[in-house]
């Protein structure tokens, strides 16, 4: 079984607080991830994420059914988060406020095994390792999404 238990500590060493997730059974996917992003404890756990302060492990906002397993993520420089999983089809904005600004499916796409989320400009670039369209294990397939509305730009 897989857990995770995340624990924010004082300058001296000393653990100031603890968040400790629920035990997933074993997968090929990774079910929980942690991931710290200035002042905030983003933690994944199954489909659900999570944010914590870092300073006292105070809860600011939990959201479901987010990506299930495997997380790619990224974030632009206004803080909000674009993250999908390893097989998933839909791709979500989140502010850093814990909105959900959009979701694009782009399962028409035929991609999946996301690596590498990256933003440029309003762009949210997202690199692939393996299509259903030929060449079908190459990482040379990709999804472009605008960043203000989720739109599929352009994929191969």
Known sequence: RMSMTVRGLDSKGKQVW?????KYPATELDM??????KQKVYIFAGSKLTVLRKTDGKKLWTLNNISSAGYALTFDKSDNLYVTGYYEDIIFKISRNGRILWKTD???????WPNNLRVSGKKLIIPYGTSTN??????NHRVILST?????????
């Open 134 to 139: 030929p060449p079908y294990n190459s990482r």
């Open 32 to 37: 929980v991830e942690c991931v710290v992003r």
């Open 148 to 156: 203000k509305t989720g739109k599929i730009i352009s994929y191969r």
């Open 106 to 112: 782009i399962s028409k796409t035929g991609n999946y």
């Open 18 to 22: 603890r968040h400790k997730t629920r």
